[in-house]
């Protein structure tokens, strides 16, 4: 049986298929359970700091409704509220933190502060998102895949765009542990580094999980067959600097209807992790299709934190 009590989520490096499976059906059933109207107590009596040095939408949504859901007490840690690596550092931080909390967010820059706050807390740490992988994303996009495929073993997933944000390699962490047939459609220049790849591999290979990773320059060959094309944005936070060389370089990974008709599966669906630039990474008569399940994604960051933090420190 999968137990994953007082464990952190960080790149879902560390997370077995059957970890991971476990976190998606335990997802769909909190899912179930609030449409159906039922407030739970799994969290109750839990705090849970929520500590942002990057702004957030759904991130921060879902960890706090997702804690009062199951009736936990969540606490917003906004880069201005606290010391976090400039007056204080980062272990004294983490040790204070988990004196009082049961469990910790972190989104931020440095995988190094989110990796280090799961060292000296005591207490487990989910990554809401760093500059290097944002694995939470990457249950929820999952979560949709398999509501909409009713699997992910073999389902071809495509990545287009900027083949080395944290999108990109923690949703070929995913793909090499779920079995699936990932692929980054990029310009070599935003080429996944190739530690990575191997990485990916290698995982794919110990788990006997079937995927196959692909890396392409070419994005009509890339999107060909499949079952889910995924975009993120040309120019992540903290690299806005980038916006102008990045567009010039990635207008040819734009997902627009040339891109989605090169696919050849009517089944097709799309996804973005969002907030989305329409005009950009994708066109708006795309993200507006009735092949587009961004709105799905986003509510299931929501259900698939909840099974993360439940599993981790809930009542169960
Ligand atoms: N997808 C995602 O992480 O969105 P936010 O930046 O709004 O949290
Ligand atoms: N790659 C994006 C993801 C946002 C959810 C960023 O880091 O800004």
């Known amino acids: 049986a999968v137990n994953l009590r007082g464990r952190h989520l960080l790149t879902l490096k560390h997370h077995t298929p ?4 476990f976190l998606l059906d335990l997802s769909r059933d909190l899912k179930n359970k609030k449409r159906a109207g039922i407030r739970g107590d799994l969290l109750a009596g839990k705090n849970v700091a929520l500590i942002f040095e990057k702004p957030s939408t759904r991130t921060r949504c879902a960890f706090t409704v997702a804690t009062i859901d199951e009736g936990g007490h969540p606490e917003y840690l906004g880069k201005n509220d606290i ?25 931020g820059f440095k995988q190094s502060v989110v990796e280090d706050l799961a060292k000296f807390s005591g207490v487990p740490v989910w990554n809401g998102l760093t500059d ?34 944290n999108m990109a390699n923690s949703l070929m962490i995913g793909a090499a542990k779920m079995g699936m ?17 191997a990485e990916c591999r290698k995982i794919a290979q110990d788990c006997q999980s079937g995927a196959v990773i692909e890396v392409l320059d070419d994005p009509k060959a890339a ?18 600097d980038k916006l102008a060389e990045r567009k010039a370089l990635l207008q040819p990974y734009q997902v627009n209807k040339e891109l989605m008709a090169a696919i050849g599966r009517e089944e097709a669906i799309f996804l973005h992790c969002l907030p989305a630039v329409k005009g950009y990474e994708v066109m708006e008569d795309v ?8 709105f ?21």
């Open 83 to 107: 010391q976090l690596g400039h007056k204080e550092d980062v272990a004294d931080t983490a040790r204070v933190l988990g004196r009082m909390f049961d469990g910790i967010e972190f989104r």
């Open 223 to 240: 999107v060909k067959g499949a079952h889910a094309v995924y975009t993120d944005v040309w120019a992540s936070m903290g690299e806005e």
């Open 132 to 165: 290097q992988f944002h694995p939470t994303q990457v249950l929820a996009d999952f979560l949709t895949i398999q509501e909409e495929f009713g699997t992910l073993k073999g389902i071809k997933l495509v990545y287009v765009g900027d083949g080395r944000n």
């Open 296 to 316: 799905d994604e986003a509510e299931n960051r929501m259900h698939t934190i909840k099974a993360t933090m439940v599993a981790s420190i809930g009542n169960l």
């Open 18 to 21: 059957y970890e991971i499976q």
């Open 181 to 197: 047939h990932f692929v980054i459609g990029s310009p070599k220049s935003l080429f996944p580094e190739d530690g990575l790849v």
């Open 287 to 294: 993200f507006e299709s009735r092949c587009s399940r961004v």
